[in-house]
C-alpha cells in the first residue's frame, strides 16, 4: 500500500525508494483534529554510537513543510520554506539526500532533525488551522558504512 503524506493526492512511496520502509511522521499526540497547526516546529533526535570510523553516510528527508538536518551539532542541509509555497512544495514532493560523511565520527553520534510547518496561507486557511486544514510531517532515513560489514541504518516507521 503506498505512503500518503497529508497533503492533498500526493503519493510518495516511489519518491521513498531509498527508505522504502519509512513513514511520514510528526509530533505525538497530534490528530487531524488538533488546533494551532500553523508554524508549529519539533525537533527529531538520534543519539548512536559509531565503533569504527564512517567510510560514508547519507541522510534523506522529505518535509511538509520545512526541515533543518544537524549531525554533532553542525547543519548539514535543509529544505522547503515556511514563506515560500513553491519550495514548501518541493520540500514534500520527494526526497532530498545529504551527504554527512565529514559529519560523523567514531563514538558518539546525533543526529538532529528539525521540522517546521507552513503559515495558514499555505493551506489556503485565513485564520489559524487544524492539521486537519494544514497538514505536518518529516520523513528521513539513511545509510551510514563503517567497515567491512556493519552498517546502519536508521528510519522513522510512525505514521503522519
Known sequence: MPVRGGF?????????????????????????????????????????????????????????????????????GSIGSISDVASAIM???????????SNLRRGKNIIVVYAQNGPPDFAGCVESCSYQMNPAGVVFGGLIVTGDRERHHRHERHKK
Open 8 to 76: 492533498s493526492g500526493v503519493d510518495v512511496k516511489d519518491g521513498l525508494s531509498t527508505i522504502p520502509d519509512a513513514n511520514w511522521i510528526w509530533a505525538p499526540g497530534i490528530t487531524a483534529d488538533t488546533a494551532n497547526a500553523d508554524l508549529q516546529g519539533y525537533y527529531f533526535l538520534k543519539e548512536f554510537p559509531l565503533h569504527r570510523a564512517p567510510q560514508s553516510g547519507n541522510i534523506s528527508i522529505s518535509a511538509d513543510d520545512f526541515s533543518q538536518v544537524f549531525v554533532n551539532g553542525t547543519l548539514v
Open 91 to 101: 520540500a514534500h514532493s520527494g526526497l532530498t539526500t545529504f551527504d554527512i560523511t
